[in-house]
């Protein structure tokens, strides 16, 4: 069993660093009043949101709750932890579950009751993939309340990583959002010591901590990089740099530095790391390493632990900042050949500081003209007072006016269009022989008339 599995939260005592939220899950436990409302919890991945709600749900079915938490020892709550659920709780993934007519199942199913007697809860992961239809189809049953009682009629546990899909009428209906808050990576690194005494790994705590940094503090992630550096031996520093590829971090840092003095060097960098990485993941990475530098530059932050100390030039703030605004912006599928162009690109924008158009920290002015203010060396900066990016211009200059439209010729036509011009020619034709006819008759004057005469 892997370590992630094995080691998941079973109580509440077990959560990492979410003491606010537990200490209110608790007291609606305490209160009685668990069932009069649904609630949802929304996090990054791997932070505990499912789990939170797992263990919510075994508090409210439990038979016997202690200190508003479940006891794990009653029928109810054996059955949701060897089964991973009972007759009264169901998980369900709405990735693959995401239909009205899986909602409207559950619906029916809430009409009679468990052989238990006790309510049913259902838990939707991944619940911003559910449609609006099914959203709509479980508004009334969450806001109904059952004959006799102020338990409502539905009760949903709603884990995701993306509440702001959600619909507010499915949110007013839920107890206020609860967000996992992200923990410290010492905090991380104390829990997998726990677990690393627990299995017999030998480790060293800065490599504890150090893989608490390069998970961003995701526990479940940082249990797996636990596993993966294990394979090698002791979780050292050493070994840790080596399993998750520490080294390209430093290279992508040396190619930054690189860019504007030796553009030969920076490209034969970018080459080598186009070897090692996909460039999706090295745009990514050098633009999340310019954002750091830049800050580190000014003094607002440090760099993270795993980087050790490294020297920058305070003067290179805006280059940093010109970096990250580039490898930001990268294009949907990136190759390698457009990384190599943009290094370069970067190198001569950087020593000819008159095509440095893209920058934002130095925005053109705004001519009066209102028109794009293009010189021979200079690209689109402003138009109408908006600023445009020198990569949403097209390849042919907005100054060039436009060539005059062209009259198309007979060929060109369609068949319809010609023989209505045909039939415009026609009448014109007809008309101008009946009105030169009428000129001579008035000319020559009425034969009658003559003859009385």
Same mark, same amino acid.
């Given at each position: 069993?892997?370590?992630?599995?094995?080691?998941?939260?079973?109580?509440?005592?077990?959560?990492?660093?979410?003491?606010?939220?537990?200490?209110?899950?608790?007291?609606?436990?305490?209160?009685?009043?668990?069932?009069?409302?649904?609630?949802?919890?929304?996090?990054?991945? +791997?932070?505990?949101?499912?789990?939170?709600?797992?263990?919510?749900?075994? /508090?409210?079915?439990?038979?016997?709750?202690?200190?508003?938490?479940?006891?794990?020892?009653?029928?109810?709550?054996?059955?949701?932890?060897?089964?991973?659920?009972?007759?009264?709780?169901?998980?369900?993934?709405?990735?693959?579950?995401?239909?009205?007519? /899986?909602?409207?199942?559950?619906?029916?199913?809430?009409?009679?009751? %468990?052989?238990?007697?006790?309510?049913?809860?259902?838990?939707?992961?991944?619940?911003?993939?559910?449609?609006?239809?099914?959203?709509?189809?479980?508004?009334?049953?969450?806001?109904?309340?059952?004959?006799?009682?102020?338990?409502? /009629?539905?009760?949903?546990?709603?884990? %995701? %990583?993306?509440?702001?899909?959600?619909?507010?009428?499915?949110?007013?209906?839920?107890?206020?959002?609860?967000?996992?808050?992200?923990?410290?990576?010492?905090?991380?690194?104390?829990?997998?010591?726990?677990?690393?005494?627990?299995? +017999?790994?030998?480790?060293?705590?800065?490599?504890?901590?150090?893989?608490?940094?390069?998970?961003?503090?995701?526990?479940?992630?940082?249990?797996?990089?636990?596993?993966?550096?294990?394979?090698?031996?002791?979780?050292?520093?050493?070994?840790?740099?080596?399993?998750?590829?520490?080294?390209?971090?430093?290279?992508?840092?040396?190619?930054?530095?690189?860019?504007?003095?030796?553009?030969?060097?920076?490209?034969?960098?970018?080459?080598?790391?186009?070897?090692?990485?996909?460039?999706?993941?090295?745009?990514?990475?050098?633009?999340?390493?310019?954002?750091?530098?830049?800050?580190?530059?000014?003094?607002?932050?440090?760099?993270?632990?795993?980087?050790?100390?490294?020297?920058?030039?305070?003067?290179?703030?805006?280059?940093?900042?010109?970096?990250?605004?580039?490898?930001?912006?990268?294009?949907?599928?990136?190759?390698?050949?457009?990384?190599?162009?943009?290094?370069?690109?970067?190198?001569?924008?950087?020593?000819?500081?008159?095509?440095?158009?893209?920058?934002?920290?130095?925005?053109?002015?705004?001519?009066?003209?209102?028109?794009?203010?293009?010189?021979?060396?200079?690209?689109?900066?402003?138009?109408?007072?908006?600023?445009?990016?020198?990569?949403?211009?097209?390849?042919?200059?907005?100054?060039?006016?436009?060539?005059?439209?062209?009259?198309?010729?007979?060929?060109?036509?369609?068949?319809?269009?010609?023989?209505?011009?045909?039939?415009?020619?026609?009448?014109?034709?007809?008309?101008? /022989?009946?009105?030169?006819?009428?000129?001579?008759?008035?000319?020559?004057?009425?034969? +009658?008339?003559?003859?009385?005469?």
């Amino acid at each position: 069993m892997s370590l992630d599995t094995k080691y998941r939260p079973r109580a509440y005592a077990d959560v990492l660093g979410q003491d606010g939220t537990v200490q209110i899950l608790r007291q609606y436990v305490r209160s009685g009043a668990g069932f009069y409302q649904s609630y949802l919890f929304a996090g990054p991945w +791997g932070s505990g949101k499912t789990t939170l709600g797992r263990i919510l749900a075994r /508090s409210l079915l439990c038979a016997t709750p202690v200190d508003g938490g479940p006891c794990d020892a009653c029928p109810s709550c054996r059955s949701i932890l060897e089964g991973g659920s009972s007759e009264n709780f169901f998980e369900i993934d709405a990735a693959t579950n995401s239909g009205k007519d /899986s909602v409207r199942k559950i619906i029916e199913e809430i009409q009679y009751s %468990t052989f238990s007697g006790k309510r049913r809860l259902y838990l939707f992961d991944e619940s911003h993939r559910l449609t609006l239809d099914a959203l709509d189809a479980l508004l009334k049953p969450m806001e109904d309340t059952v004959p006799g009682g102020e338990d409502k /009629s539905l009760v949903c546990i709603f884990c %995701t %990583t993306e509440p702001e899909k959600m619909r507010a009428t499915i949110l007013s209906r839920c107890a206020p959002a609860f967000v996992i808050k992200p923990v410290l990576p010492e905090q991380v690194g104390s829990r997998l010591a726990q677990i690393c005494d627990a299995e +017999g790994i030998a480790y060293e705590r800065d490599a504890l901590t150090l893989i608490g940094e390069l998970t961003e503090c995701h526990i479940r992630d940082a249990l797996k990089a636990v596993e993966g550096v294990s394979m090698l031996g002791p979780v050292s520093r050493e070994n840790v740099a080596k399993y998750l590829h520490l080294d390209l971090n430093a290279e992508c840092l040396s190619l930054l530095r690189s860019i504007r003095s030796d553009l030969s060097v920076a490209l034969k960098q970018a080459d080598d790391l186009t070897k090692r990485s996909s460039p999706s993941i090295l745009y990514e990475k050098l633009s999340d390493l310019s954002m750091t530098s830049y800050k580190v530059s000014l003094g607002i932050t440090n760099f993270p632990g795993y980087m050790g100390q490294v020297a920058l030039d305070s003067g290179q703030a805006d280059d940093f900042l010109f970096f990250a605004d580039r490898f930001s912006s990268r294009p949907g599928r990136p190759t390698a050949s457009m990384l190599l162009c943009d290094v370069a690109s970067l190198h001569r924008d950087l020593n000819r500081p008159q095509l440095r158009a893209s920058e934002p920290s130095v925005p053109a002015p705004p001519p009066k003209s209102g028109k794009v203010d293009a010189s021979p060396n200079d690209k689109p900066k402003m138009v109408d007072d908006v600023y445009v990016h020198p990569r949403a211009v097209r390849k042919d200059d907005a100054t060039t006016p436009a060539p005059a439209p062209s009259v198309p010729s007979p060929l060109e036509l369609r068949p319809l269009e010609f023989f209505r011009l045909v039939k415009m020619r026609a009448s014109e034709l007809t008309g101008s /022989s009946e009105s030169s006819g009428r000129q001579r008759r008035d000319d020559v004057g009425d034969p +009658g008339t003559h003859q009385s005469g």
